[in-house]
């Protein structure tokens, strides 16, 4: 597996691990998912060295290939198999593979389909029906991003636009979260972005059912889809919806409004405001599942949330340190409001690593605008993940649109003794490239902060 650090890849990795098979893979950079992959008996190297990786005793046919469109075409190892007839197939064909065995319940969206993906694989796992899923991030729960049942029927993914991965599953059932711009490195424009959508949406199986968020079934026309429906956070036009809604630092409640039933009072911890949105697209595919309420209750009530997914990671009532993925503008405006719900009065300081040169160039105006909303922006520099430099396009680009004084530019090595000295009360690191490598510093230098000595 070349990318098996990767989330989606390594939920592959354990899943045929658990079904017998040997399963190697490489990775450029060692991580925590890495270390748990070895942990598990899987192999994984770091460098692209085919000697270290391939044994002369194992013939080209008796290996399966998977790769993911990370991987750059001069990796040694990708030219290696390439050069000597090993069966090669990207990620997304795999996942289609596997889906076809299922009723599958695949959750699309340019944000939020991480979070409402796990919250419907949990609340199945903690009913009757059970779930085999492979998630896009790992579940606090289950400290995995894979799940399997021997029995059910069920499979829950995440169905990835990038690359247009998602156009290789059939599912049973279908979430639509968000369509906002975005790869826009691969898709060129919004309106290509919207087709693909549109093309994914009509591969629902029929009799099947598509559930959206309020307002995209009107820009993804030509939908014949007999079982649509469309949720909301909380507009009563929409069919599914919340209502109720009461949230502060110990617990966010609602009710549930559906064309067939209200659910009342229904509570989960303060993971942030916009998972209340999640939970209301993840109990209604939960119900069509066959959940009965009961359970539904209890494992809202007890879902913990997903890491790096407003992953509070220290909170002594003074001081509050949350981690976030948020990459694109419109993920930052959500994370910066339910942040402001929830601590009203406190001070907001934001570290923010920018993902991607194309998407950085594409909305640094809307970077720019989301990220001035903090009361201070510490920028670091940007992940390149699969990309080469572009000319001209660096952090200081957004920088430099912020609208207020209270902002600056620093390495990753530099924050933590910067803060330490410095005045904040809720503090974010924001970004889906390695910023989470900074959460270890900035936890030891919030509790020598707060004069404790060591993290529990």
């Known amino acids: 597996m070349l990318g098996i650090g990767g989330i989606g890849m390594s939920g592959l990795a354990r899943y045929f ?6 399963v ?105 029906s059970g779930c085999t899923a492979l998630l896009g991030g790992i579940s606090k729960n289950h400290q995995t991003n894979f799940l399997f049942s021997e029995d059910s029927p069920f499979l829950v993914t995440e169905a990835d636009e990038f690359d247009r991965s998602f156009l290789q599953l059939n599912p049973f059932m279908a979430v639509i979260t968000a369509v906002d711009a ?6 060129g424009s919004h309106e290509e972005l919207l087709k693909t959508y549109a093309a994914f949406a009509k591969q629902v199986e029929p009799g099947g059912l598509l559930l959206v968020k309020k307002g995209i079934e ?41 064309p067939q039933t209200v659910l009342h009072g229904l509570t989960m911890l303060p993971i942030g405001l916009m998972n209340i949105e999640n939970a ?20 809202l009530a007890g879902f913990n949330g997903v890491r790096r997914r407003f992953d509070v990671r220290f909170n002594n009532g003074k001081l509050i340190y949350i981690d976030d993925y948020a990459h694109h503008p419109e993920e930052i405006n959500a994370l910066i409001k339910a942040v402001k719900t929830m601590f ?38 940007i992940y390149p993940a699969r990309e080469k430099p572009i000319e001209g396009v660096s952090s200081e680009l957004i920088l430099s649109k912020i609208r207020h004084d209270h902002k600056c530019l620093m390495t990753r090595e530099q924050i933590p003794n910067h803060l330490l000295d410095h005045d904040f009360e809720v503090l974010l690191t924001i970004g889906a490239g390695n910023i989470d490598a900074l959460a270890d510093p900035l936890l030891q230098m919030l509790y020598h902060k707060t004069s404790q000595q060591e993290i529990p």
């Open 182 to 187: 975005d790869h826009l490195d691969i898709y």
């Open 280 to 299: 209301v697209a993840a109990t209604f595919l939960a119900l069509q599942a066959g959940v009965d309420e009961t359970v539904i209750r209890t494992s």
């Open 24 to 128: 190697a893979g490489y990775d450029q950079t060692r991580t925590r998912l890495t270390d748990d992959l070895e942990n598990e008996g899987i192999a994984v190297i770091f460098t692209d060295d085919p000697s270290a990786f391939v044994p002369d005793e194992i013939s080209p046919e008796k290996v399966l290939v998977i790769y993911t469109p990370a991987i750059q075409r001069d990796n040694r190892l990708f030219l290696f198999f390439a050069e000597n007839n090993y069966t090669m197939v990207k990620r997304a064909q795999v996942l289609g593979a596997i889906s076809s065995q299922y009723r599958t319940i695949a959750v699309a969206g340019t944000h939020g389909k991480t979070s409402t993906s796990t919250l419907i694989a949990h609340i199945l796992n903690e009913s009757k």
């Open 218 to 258: 009107m820009i993804l026309p030509e939908l014949e889809i007999k079982n649509l429906y469309s949720y909301a956070f909380n507009d009563p036009s929409a069919d599914i919806y919340a209502s109720h809604i009461d949230t502060d630092e110990h617990k966010m409640r609602f009710d549930l409004n559906t």
């Open 344 to 381: 009203p009065s406190k001070k907001i300081t934001g570290i923010f690593q920018p993902h991607l040169y194309s998407r950085t160039r594409d909305f640094a105006d809307e970077f720019a605008q989301s990220l001035e909303q903090l009361d201070e922006v510490i920028l670091t520099g």
């Open 17 to 22: 691990r658990h079904t017998g098979k040997p």
